[in-house]
Every structure is written in structure tokens, then in C-alpha cells.
């Protein structure tokens, strides 16, 4: 008997039904335009945009110009790369402009539906980013589309690391721009670290359209973007601390698998702190618990979790003597990112491998917060109706399932559940084999590098020809992939998610053309083509007949969606396939989520070994144990919001303040301002309100107004005054400060004056940002304990960070008074040694500041961000450090002649 909300859904339709019904007029529209489209020439096209873009400018709605935008950019698709795009991509366009997430299955086209959102939202100059998982997919993209939008007259840019300045200040200035989302985050970070406007690469966060939208903003956001400067280095104490670890026995530690957490026992602190004793780290009178063993205390942490929660092979490869971390979600090589923390610093002493220094975070920004900036915001991917409540919740995304241009004929078969890893991969071998020798290609999946390749030796001793994909084959990975669909082909990848690039039955056309023409350049191309998509047709058709792409999975991932991308790369575009997961009970998943009892009720069936259990109900209460995982991550990343989003309001509020400073040629009335206000602090602190006058400390103000103002004033003798009281106070020292920088003006002149203090003022708020967000790291790690007292961590934290800001930009008043008090013009000799000084802090600085991603709140595998690029400094010829005169006549906006990148201003030429 049908349910009433199944009869529902039979007679309405279910919403996401209704959403796709009512784009259908809007493709109608479209499909009619194509003849008049069609009559224009290419010229046409373009200036078709020019109008378009006019028509915006005088107010039109993008809604309204939607058909006649699409129509134009399906034709330009057309000639440019010969692809006609179906109707359901321009739903997934038309969904995507609307800001939501298109859930288009894998071999859909994902990438030419961007196209037409972007072509669109581009009409009103103020830039789109596409937004990529990597750097291959950014650039193969922004080439590959670039066509189609050049086609249009529209310039398309990419932005990749360690870019040249020039290049990538172009690339954001570009129509549309394709990035990954570090990238953009990291740059944002960057550019509120820069002191002038010019510098600047973001002009405007606009629109943005995210590809694999549930890996990047579910899966990686659980990990902050940090960009991190020098700390002192701590090698030796990670090395000694790392020999103490393996010592512990079960006893010393707790494990948590589930939380990804691990934690000392009273047994392992007793026995740590004889081991510390012992080698002379912790002083005898000292014990774990004081407030002066913190530190070491949180590197035995770290030590610990470096052993027990990260596995070679798995987390993290060893190469070249360098620790490289593995992306969970995608499997590939991270070079240059780091955890931080200490947590990579653990790791390389695990490893035997060179310490790098530690870090302190500069600036910080985490993906949900970074892509809440633009005004509007879309994604696609195979996979985000297991997540769409947190995609409403987080980002205000709605999901919507495209349906497929041709129905789904993949077969998805029930799990087969063994009871031992043995029995599993006999099994896992034996499928193979059967479907190898009837010619139908395999795409096996695997969790990690380890099984990859324990599975890969079991395919050599079956004699099973096969290609492995994982981070140590991630040069060959595009190879890789585009040979899975041959006849009899045997793949075994780590992880399907954001490659790029599609599994095609009998393999990929235009790879086998560009080997063909590459091995014999002497031949004609069009020949070898026609001869190559010939030969293509009847590989294709022969994998069609032998069943299509099998996807055999080895185990459950945490996430559904991982499955369901390893799952949809077989039966794209109506083509023939089949998938099936093998599992058995010492699964990781199984293992950890109640397998105990599967275990016993599979012992009382009395099943003999090499037989598996298959039956929906096994899907089923699997399914249960992911959506308990994949909840507990929400709940992680949801906590992790809300403590950021306190940060955020507070990072706004500088970065905007910044901003608002660089652009104001005229600073004067900003530092007048701060100036009265320390004026007011200080009488009121020394001269407090309803006070007599033998309470006044009028010697405590002289001295304060002399410290921190350079005011030298008969302040003690006007609280002998008739009739003086606080406000006359302000008053005079308002005047008599205010004098004193107008002297100053005077000294420097007007323009040098105004350049001082701009300069003074950033630097004194990016040193008190970065004091704050190192005050604000440490409160996070300690507030949790409230919690005990009975009081919300969440709002202690609140409440105790907007103090620590208030009081941060009391005292940043305070410094910005003194510096410009103290200011004065300086003697030959000691603006060298100032200028010897600068240097030295400058190139310190630029070789140890890089970007990273910190570990998440409780123990995972996270990234970081790769090193920032060094420039060799090459000093103009005859150039002295110590002679002004060899420097010549640089303008002050000028490359310094000391051949350090900068402008004069900013070097040699520094005023201050």
C-alpha cells in the first residue's frame, strides 16, 4: 500500500521536479533564438556581447538578457569547440546563475555548463571566478573555455601559486577568472596584508562558481587557510620528545577512532613525566600540570598524535627526505603544505626527516567564511543531495538534481560483506579476473596508497595486467585515467573525486590522437584522426558489449559522496555499466562502526568462509553508519563556524578599516581623532570623573603625556588652577599635541608627513591583527574547560573576544599616538643602520612567511598551503647599501636599486 507522501509525490511532483519544470519555458526561449544565432558571424557574436553589456549598464536585468546570453554562448561553444550543448546543460546553467548547486551526474559536462552562468554574470564587468580543486583543472579549464569566451570577446585569466605579480593581477582583472579555492583564499589573506592599493589582486567578490562544490566547501572546510611567519625553531625538542613516544604502551593512551582523537591516560602523564625528568626537558620541580610546562605539554601532544593518528603511506608519503601530506579527498601529493601547530614538526621527527622551523599564524580565513563574501554563489557536482541540508544551512545554497541527457543503464549492485580482509580481496581478484578475461574494463577504488598497493601485488602474482593511481603516480595521473575505458583495461585509483577528466568507453579519442601524431610527426594529422575515431567506434562498441566500465569498490568511505562519485564515473551519457562494493567486517568503517554484532550474527548463520552476505538491509545499515560519520562532521564543521564567525566580524571590521586607509590620500584627520581619544583615556584614567582635586595624579599624567603623546607640558601646575578641571585638561593637551604634529608637518612636509603616517598606522595594525589572533588561538584552546563551570564555551568566547578587541584597539590608538610623537627626521649614520635593519627584518620575513592549512579542531588530515616563491635580489650595477649617492634619483614609486622588488618608497627610500 503507497504512503501518503507517496501519492503525493505521484500526483505534484517532488519540489526538485517543479524547479526543473520551470526552467523548460526558459530553455524554449532559448532553443527558438538558436536560427538567429546561428545567421550571425563571428563578429556578430562579439558584438552581441558589446550590446548585451551596454544593455546592462543602462539597467536591464540580467534575468531579462538570460535566453539571448545563452543562445549566444551555445553558438560561440559551438564554433569554437564543437560541442552543441543539450538542453539539461542549460538547465544546470540557468539553476546555477540562480545561485544554487547543480547536481549533474559525471560525463554530463559539467564544465561547458559553467560557460553560460559565467558569460552572463561577466556582462556586468565586475569579474566571475570558477572555482577548481586544483591547479590542472584551473589551467586545462581557463585554456579549453577561454575559446568560447574569446569567441564572445570576453578575456579569461587564470591564477595559480607563485605567479608572477604582474600575471596574476592580470589574471583577476580578466572577465572571468578560473582558481583554485586555496588560491583565492590565500590571495584574499594576501591582499589585506599589502600596504598600497596598486598591490592588490582582488578587485571584487562578485559571483562565483564552485566545481566539485561538496569537496571543497563540506570536505576542506573543515580546515582553516592560515598564512604563517617565523617562529623560533624547536628541532632538538621534537626529536627528543619523539624518541619518548614509542616507548608508551596501551596503557599510556587512549585512541578514539571515531572523533579522530587521542589523549595520555593518568598512567602515560606519570610516566611521561619520569621520561621528561629523565632527559632534562621538564625541571625536576616542575610537573606536566603547571602553568609553565604548557609548552611542552603541547608537544608531547602533538608527538603523539603525529604516531597514533597519522600512517605513512596514507596521511602523509616520505620523498626526497620531505614529509608531503595526501589529500584524503582526492588522493594526490601536496607539496609545500604543511599542517601547523607543531603537528608537521612531529611528523618529520617520526620520519627521521629535516625539521622546519614552526610557524606563527599572520592572517586567517576558513572556506565557509571566505566564499560568504561574494554577493552570489553556485556550485556543481555529481554528488550534494546527501549534504544539502548543510549547503542551506552554512551557505543559503539550495540543491537541484539535473536530470541526465540519456536515462542511466549502470547496474548497482548490493554490498558483499566478508568476514576477513582474506576472504575480501580473494574475492575482489576472482571478479576481476572473470570480467579481465570477457575483455570488460575495471576501475577498482581503494582508501589509500597502502591498499593500492597491497591489491596491486595480488594482481602481479594473478598475472593481471593493471595501472595504479595514487599520489606516487600523480604525473601520469590524466594517462591514467583516459586509458581506463579500454577493452580488458585493470585500474586501480585511491580516489575518483575532481580528476578532471572522464573515463570514456574504449578509451580517450584525443589522447590516442596525440600519441599517434607524436610518434609519427611525418604524417598527415587528419589522417591519423580519421583512421584513429574510426577505430575508436568499433573499441567502443566492443567494451559496450562486454558489459561497459565496472566499478568495483573496496570499502566504504566515510562520506557517501565519495562512493557516489567512485560509482558515477561508470554509465555516463546512457552508457552501459555496473557496480558492486566489497567489504568485509575488518573494514575501517566496519571495524569502527559496530561490526561486533554483524560478526556474531554472521557466525550464528554458520557461514563458511569465502561466502559473503548480501542483502539490502547490510546497504541499509551501512548507509546509517556514514550519515552518523558524515553528521558528526557537520557538527564539527558547524562548531567551527561559529567560533570563526565570531573572528570573522573582527576581521571584516580591520580589513575594511585597512582598505578605507589605503585609499584616503589624507590621513591627518584619522590620526587627529585617534590622538584625542588617548588624550581622553589618559585624563580620565588619571583624572577619573567626580574625583576632587587632591585625587588628581596630575604627575603620572605629565609623565604619561610625555611617554605617550611627546607632549612636555606644566601639567602639574594647572591642577593648581582655579577652576581647572578634566575637561580643560583635554582641552589644552588636544591643542599642544595637535600643535606639536603640525611642527612635525612642518619637518617632513605635507606629502612626507601624510606618508608616514599611512605607514605607521598599517603597521601598527597589522602587528596589534596578528598579537590578537595569537591571543584569540589561545583562548580557543582553553575555553572548551568552561564548559565544566557550567557556562557556554561559545559565549565566553564571544564575550572575552570582544573584549580583547576593544582593548586591541585601545592600545593600537596608543601605539599610533606614540610612534608619530617620537617620529623625527633622521641623521645620516642612523638611517643606515635603519635601512641594514629593515633589510635584514625584510628578507627574514619573506623567506619564512608561507601560506598552511591548520589541522582541524579534533585530530585530522588537513593541508597546507604551499611556500611562497623567493626572488633572487640582484642590486643595480655600482649599487653600495652604505652610500646614499650610488643609489641615483629613483621616484619614489620606482623598483628600489638594491634589486629587493620593492618600491623605493618602501625600502631605501622608507622615510620611517
Not at 91 to 114: R, W
Amino acid at each position: 500500500m503507497l504512503g501518503i507522501g507517496t501519492i503525493a509525490k505521484k500526483v505534484f511532483g517532488t519540489p526538485n521536479d517543479r524547479k526543473v519544470k520551470a526552467t523548460r519555458p526558459i530553455v524554449e526561449k532559448i532553443n527558438a533564438l538558436e536560427p538567429e544565432f546561428e545567421a550571425l558571424d563571428d563578429e556578430g557574436l562579439k558584438a552581441k556581447t558589446t550590446e548585451l553589456v551596454e544593455r546592462v549598464a543602462n539597467g536591464e536585468k540580467l534575468d531579462a538578457l538570460l535566453p539571448e546570453a545563452f543562445a549566444n554562448c551555445r553558438e560561440a561553444a559551438k564554433r569554437a569547440l564543437g560541442l552543441r550543448a543539450f538542453d539539461v546543460q542549460l538547465m544546470g546553467g540557468i539553476f546555477l546563475h540562480q545561485g544554487n548547486i547543480a547536481e549533474m551526474k559525471t560525463g554530463e559536462g559539467k564544465t561547458l555548463v559553467a560557460t553560460f552562468p559565467a558569460y552572463l554574470n561577466a556582462l556586468t564587468k565586475r569579474g566571475v571566478h570558477v572555482v577548481t580543486v586544483n591547479d590542472y583543472l584551473a589551467k586545462r579549464d581557463a585554456e579549453w573555455m577561454g575559446k568560447v569566451y574569446g569567441a564572445l570577446g570576453m578575456t579569461t585569466g587564470v591564477v595559480y601559486p607563485q605567479q608572477p605579480d604582474a600575471e596574476k593581477k592580470a589574471a583577476y582583472a580578466c572577465d572571468i577568472t578560473y582558481a583554485t579555492n586555496n588560491e583565492l583564499g590565500f590571495d584574499y589573506l594576501r591582499d589585506n596584508m599589502k600596504s598600497e592599493l596598486s598591490e592588490i589582486y582582488q578587485r571584487d567578490h562578485y559571483f562565483a562558481i564552485v566545481d566539485e562544490v561538496d569537496s571543497i566547501l563540506i570536505d576542506e572546510a573543515r580546515t582553516p587557510l592560515i598564512i604563517s611567519g617565523p617562529s623560533q625553531d624547536r628541532s632538538e625538542l621534537y626529536m627528543t620528545i619523539d624518541k619518548v613516544i614509542p616507548e608508551l604502551t596501551d596503557e599510556h593512551y587512549t585512541l578514539d577512532e571515531k572523533s579522530r582523537n587521542v589523549t595520555y591516560t593518568e598512567e602515560g602523564n606519570e610516566f611521561l613525566e619520569n621520561r621528561l625528568h629523565a632527559a632534562g626537558i621538564l625541571p625536576e620541580e616542575h610537573t606536566l600540570y603547571d602553568p609553565e610546562s604548557t609548552t611542552i605539554v603541547h608537544h608531547v601532544n602533538q608527538g603523539l598524535r603525529a604516531h597514533k593518528l597519522f600512517t605513512k603511506d596514507k596521511d602523509y608519503i616520505v620523498r626526497d627526505g620531505e614529509v608531503i601530506l595526501i589529500d584524503e579527498f582526492t588522493g594526490r601529493m601536496m607539496p609545500g603544505r604543511r599542517l601547523s601547530d607543531g603537528l608537521h614538526q612531529a611528523i618529520e621527527a617520526k620520519e627521521g626527516c629535516k625539521i622546519q622551523p614552526e610557524n606563527v599564524t599572520l592572517a586567517s580565513v576558513t572556506f565557509q567564511n571566505y566564499f560568504r563574501l561574494y554577493d552570489k554563489l553556485s556550485g556543481m557536482t555529481g554528488t550534494a543531495s546527501t549534504e544539502a541540508e548543510e549547503f542551506m544551512e552554512i551557505y543559503k545554497l539550495g540543491v537541484v538534481e539535473v536530470p541526465t541527457n540519456l536515462p542511466i543503464a549502470r547496474v548497482d549492485e548490493h554490498d558483499a560483506v566478508y568476514r576477513t580482509g582474506k576472504e575480501k580481496y580473494d574475492a575482489i581478484i576472482e571478479e576481476i579476473k572473470k570480467s579481465h578475461e570477457k575483455g570488460q574494463p575495471v576501475l577498482v577504488g581503494t582508501t589509500s596508497i597502502e591498499k593500492s598497493e597491497v591489491l596491486s601485488q595480488l594482481l602481479e602474482q594473478a598475472k593481471i595486467k593493471h595501472n595504479v593511481l595514487n599520489a606516487r603516480q600523480h604525473e601520469q595521473e590524466a594517462q591514467i585515467v583516459a586509458d581506463a575505458g579500454k577493452l580488458g583495461a585493470v585500474t586501480i585509483a585511491t580516489n575518483m573525486a575532481g580528476r578532471g577528466t572522464d573515463i570514456k568507453l574504449g578509451g580517450n579519442v584525443e589522447f590516442k590522437i596525440m600519441e599517434a601524431i607524436a610518434a609519427e610527426p611525418e604524417k598527415d594529422p587528419e589522417e591519423i584522426r580519421a583512421g584513429i575515431e574510426q577505430q575508436h567506434q568499433s573499441d567502443e562498441q566492443a567494451v559496450k558489449d562486454a558489459g561497459g566500465l565496472f566499478v568495483l569498490a573496496t570499502e566504504r568511505h566515510e562520506s557517501r559522496r565519495i562512493d557516489n562519485q567512485l560509482r558515477g564515473r561508470s554509465g555516463r551519457q546512457g552508457d552501459p555499466g555496473r557496480s558492486a562494493f566489497f567489504l568485509s567486517l575488518e573494514d575501517d568503517l566496519m571495524r569502527i562502526f559496530g561490526s561486533e554484532r554483524l560478526d556474531n550474527m554472521l557466525g550464528k548463520l554458520g557461514m563458511k568462509e569465502g561466502e559473503a552476505i548480501v542483502h539490502p538491509w547490510v546497504n541499509k545499515s551501512l548507509e546509517r553508519a556514514q550519515a552518523k560519520v558524515e553528521g558528526r562532521n557537520f557538527d564539527i564543521r558547524k562548531q567551527l563556524l561559529k567560533f570563526d564567525d565570531v573572528m570573522n566580524d573582527q576581521r571584516k571590521a580591520i580589513f575594511s578599516q585597512r582598505r578605507e586607509i589605503m585609499e584616503t590620500s589624507d590621513l591627518s584627520e584619522i590620526v587627529q581623532d585617534m590622538r584625542h581619544q588617548v588624550v581622553d583615556d589618559l585624563v580620565d584614567f588619571h583624572i577619573p570623573p567626580r574625583a576632587y582635586a587632591d585625587q588628581w595624579d596630575t604627575e603620572g599624567l605629565y609623565a604619561a603625556a610625555l611617554e605617550k603623546l611627546g607632549v612636555d607640558e606644566k601639567i602639574i601646575a594647572w591642577g593648581e588652577e582655579e577652576g581647572v578641571d578634566a575637561e580643560v585638561f583635554k582641552e589644552r593637551l588636544y591643542k599642544a599635541s595637535d600643535e606639536m604634529m603640525a611642527q612635525k608637518a612642518v619637518q617632513f612636509g605635507p606629502e612626507n608627513m601624510r606618508s608616514i603616517e599611512k605607514q605607521i598606522l598599517l603597521q601598527s595594525i597589522d602587528g596589534k591583527w596578528r598579537e590578537h589572533l595569537l591571543t584569540l588561538e589561545h583562548l580557543r584552546s582553553v575555553v572548551g574547560f568552561r564548559g565544566y563551570a557550567q557556562r557556554d564555551p561559545l559565549n565566553e568566547y564571544k564575550t572575552e573576544a570582544f573584549q580583547l578587541f576593544e582593548s586591541m584597539l585601545d592600545s593600537l590608538r596608543a601605539e599610533v599616538s606614540q610612534k608619530l610623537s617620537q617620529v623625527r627626521p633622521l641623521s645620516e649614520e642612523e638611517r643606515e643602520e635603519m635601512m641594514k635593519q629593515l633589510m635584514a627584518q625584510q628578507q627574514a620575513m619573506q623567506k619564512a612567511a608561507q601560506p598552511q592549512r591548520q589541522p582541524e579542531p579534533v585530530g585530522a588530515d588537513a593541508g597546507a598551503g604551499a611556500a611562497e616563491p623567493q626572488a633572487e635580489v640582484q642590486a643595480a650595477p655600482g649599487f653600495v647599501e652604505s652610500d646614499p649617492t650610488t643609489w641615483g634619483n629613483p621616484g619614489r614609486n620606482e623598483p628600489c636599486p638594491c634589486g629587493s622588488g620593492k618600491k623605493f618608497k618602501h625600502c631605501h627610500g622608507r622615510l620611517v
